[in-house]
Nanobody
């Protein structure tokens, strides 16, 4: 069984910073892409940032220059450093890991999300 667990959300003022963390638990044989999406109630989930197993990154235009994604492969973890936060960054942030268990094929696993609120 695979579990993806996010942490680090909270309330922050505009211009502030937060770091989200995500750890994958379970008998994992390998992890390819990991990443973060976010969702505002009533809207579609949107990509924030992704990172491949060898460290290549991709960002949404709205967060480029403010957010940084990085991962720690031995810890099966991915992080999202968010700087200069804006009210429009307010959302539930979801982590995903494209992983496979021994004998299985790669599939996308999602966490339950962590709420980020940017407000004064």
């Amino acid at each position: 069984q695979v579990q993806v667990v996010e942490s680090g959300g909270g309330l922050v003022q505009p211009g502030g910073s937060l770091r989200l963390s995500c750890v994958v638990f379970g008998s994992i044989f390998g992890i390819n892409d990991m990443g973060w999406y976010r969702q505002v109630p009533g809207q579609q989930r949107e990509l924030v940032a992704t990172i491949t197993s060898d460290g290549s990154t991709n960002y949404a235009d709205s967060v480029k220059g403010r957010f940084t994604i990085f991962r720690d492969n031995p810890k099966k973890a991915v992080y999202l450093q968010m700087n200069n936060l804006k009210p429009e960054d307010t959302a539930v942030y979801y982590c995903h890991a494209d992983a496979r268990i021994y004998g299985g094929s790669y599939q996308r696993y999602w966490g339950k999300g962590t709420l980020v609120t940017v407000s004064s």
